[in-house]
C-alpha cells in the first residue's frame, strides 16, 4: 500500500505556543488530504478536508483558526495548531487520498501534549 | 447521514480461535467499504476493501464481504493469533461524499496465548 509520513511523531510543547505538523504522501500526488484527532480509546474524527491550491473545508465545530490547514503541494499538507492549550493534547492523524484507488492511506500519527 | 456501526469490544479470545467482528452501514449512495487496523500508538492500517457488492477483501488471513442486502461487512479470520491484538475500525467513503471516510467506534481485539 501506499506510504504517508508525518512529522513530528511526538511533541510536547508549553501553553500558548504554535505547533506545526506535517503530513506527506510518499509515493503518489494526493490532491486531498484529511486531518484527523483521536481521543483515547475512541475512534477518528475528521476535523477538516485538506484541498492542494485551494481553502480546507472544516467540519462543524472545528475552529479554523484555532486549526491551519495548508496544502501547498501534491505531496505535503500541514496543520498548525495556534496557540495550543492543555485541552489540545491529542492524536492527531492525516491521511492522503488515493483517488485512482479511492482509498485513504494514513499517517502514523502525531501526538501532542500541551504542558 | 452516512453512518457505520459496529460490535462493542473488548473482544477476548484464545490464540487459533475463530474470529468475526461485525459491521454494518446505512449509505445513501453506493459507497466502498474498508477494514482499517490500529496497533497501540500507531496509526491505522488499511487492512482490507471492498468497492462494490459481493466483492471479498482478504488480507493477512482476514476477510470480509460486502453484501449490499444485508448492509453489512463483517470481518473475519479462521485462527487469530497474539499479533493481532489491536482495534480495527470499520469504514465507509463514498466518491458522492467527497470520499469522506465514516468510521465506526472501533472494536478492540485481545487475543491471548
Known amino acids: 500500500g501506499a506510504v504517508v509520513s508525518q512529522h513530528p511523531s511526538r511533541v510536547i510543547c508549553k501553553s500558548g505556543t504554535s505547533v506545526k505538523i506535517e503530513c506527506r504522501s510518499l509515493d503518489f500526488q494526493a490532491t486531498t488530504m484529511f486531518w484527523y484527532r483521536q481521543f483515547p480509546k475512541q475512534s477518528l474524527m475528521l476535523m477538516a478536508t485538506?484541498?492542494?491550491?485551494?481553502?480546507?473545508?472544516?467540519e462543524q465545530g472545528v475552529e479554523k483558526d484555532k486549526f491551519l490547514i495548508n496544502h501547498a503541494s501534491l505531496t505535503l499538507s500541514t496543520l498548525t495548531v495556534t496557540s495550543a492549550h492543555p485541552e489540545d493534547s491529542s492524536f492527531y492523524i492525516c491521511?492522503?487520498?488515493?483517488?485512482?484507488?479511492?482509498?485513504?492511506?494514513f499517517g502514523p500519527g502525531t501526538r501532542l501534549l500541551v504542558l | 447521514g452516512d453512518s457505520v456501526t459496529q460490535m462493542e469490544g473488548p473482544v477476548t479470545l484464545s490464540e487459533e480461535a475463530f474470529l468475526t467482528i461485525n459491521c454494518t452501514y446505512t449509505?445513501?449512495?453506493?459507497?466502498?467499504l474498508f477494514w482499517y487496523v490500529q496497533y497501540p500508538g500507531e496509526g491505522l492500517q488499511l487492512l482490507l476493501k471492498?468497492?462494490?457488492?459481493?466483492d471479498k477483501g482478504s488480507n493477512k488471513g482476514f476477510e470480509a464481504t460486502y453484501r449490499k442486502e444485508t448492509t453489512s461487512f463483517h470481518l473475519e479470520k479462521g485462527s487469530v493469533q497474539v499479533s493481532d491484538s489491536a482495534v480495527y475500525f470499520c469504514?465507509?467513503?463514498?466518491?458522492?461524499?467527497?470520499?469522506?471516510?465514516?468510521f465506526g467506534a472501533g472494536t478492540r481485539l485481545f487475543v491471548k496465548a
Open positions: 485538506s484541498n492542494e491550491g485551494s481553502k480546507a473545508t472544516y
Open positions: 471492498a468497492t462494490k457488492a459481493d
Open positions: 449509505a445513501t449512495g453506493y459507497p466502498s
Open positions: 491521511s492522503a487520498l488515493d483517488r485512482d484507488e479511492e482509498t485513504q492511506y
Open positions: 469504514a465507509l467513503s463514498d466518491r458522492g461524499g467527497g470520499f469522506k471516510t465514516i
